[in-house]
């Protein structure tokens, strides 16, 4: 462990070249997204509908189209799927973005709405996480995140545009070892979290403070406030394999019986 911490790999969130924007189609709130110079943009089957009211050009639109209200569009980025299948409309989107090489993924419209769809967009970004990439879901002034193996620093002026609202971290793993919160009301010490226990709720940003959240082993999830920014990511050793190919299949344990 302490050889991969004096090797951790350094990754700016915000470095436009490995950046995708996703317009899912769930709830929109009063924020206006925001695209960064050069990011790949995917919308999403319903997606499409906010990213045209905002007058967005999708590089590549993706899903069966079950909840569009517009005409899909005939374009080379155009990417039918059947209504069946095992991987949701936001995973095919993601797997699209890593093709294209993005690493870091700003998804709009995945918060709010069906509560289980908000479930689903958390597990994905837990999946992201655990092959080095990182995925920010924006909502009603809300951002969640996951990191695998590493940390997230904000630094002081962000810590004080989100000054006394809450920060909270869960343990996706079944255990997360090592975690660490700095710099924040509450401070926690190479802790171990646990899945099943709610250890890291409604903790807040200080004033003037710069704060960290690190994990040795394991997976966390991470809600903190808009206004704060988006934090820098630090991997604590490389990772490998990626999110997959496009898949269109219906796996034997989901398939339906056909009369």
């Not at 319903?46 to 999708?58: E, F, M, N, T, V």
């Not at 903790?203 to 966390?220: C, D, H, M």
Request: glycine content about 10%.
């Amino acid at each position: 462990m302490e050889t991969e911490r004096q090797h951790p790999e350094s990754i700016n969130a915000d470095t436009a070249a490995t950046t995708c924007v996703v317009f899912a189609a769930g709830t929109y709130f009063d924020e206006r997204p925001s695209i960064p110079q050069g990011a790949f943009v995917v919308a999403a089957d319903g997606g499409l509908d906010h990213a045209r009211a905002l007058g967005i050009h999708a590089d590549a639109v993706i899903g069966d189209f079950d909840s569009i209200s517009g005409p899909v569009p005939e374009q080379s980025g155009t990417i039918r799927l059947p209504e069946e299948k095992d991987d949701p409309d936001l995973l095919s989107a993601l797997k699209v973005g890593w093709a294209k090489g993005a690493r870091t993924f700003h998804i709009y419209g995945a918060l709010g709405g069906r509560v289980d769809h908000s479930i689903a967009n958390i597990q994905i970004l837990a999946r992201l996480a655990a092959h080095g990439g990182i995925g920010y879901l924006f909502g009603d002034g809300t951002v969640v995140t996951a990191i695998s193996d590493g940390s997230l620093a904000f630094p002081a002026e962000a810590a004080t545009r989100g000054a006394g609202r809450m920060v909270s971290v869960f343990s996706h793993s079944d255990r997360s070892i090592d975690v660490t919160e700095r710099g924040l009301k509450y401070r926690l010490d190479h802790a171990t979290m646990l899945n099943d226990t709610v250890q890291g709720v409604s903790n807040e940003f200080l004033t003037a403070t710069p704060a960290q959240i690190s994990v040795g082993a394991g997976t966390l999830v991470v809600t903190f406030p808009a206004e704060a920014g988006l934090p820098h990511v630090t991997r604590r050793h490389p990772f490998s394999g990626d999110l997959g190919a496009l898949s269109t299949a219906v796996s034997h344990a989901l398939a339906t019986p056909r009369q």
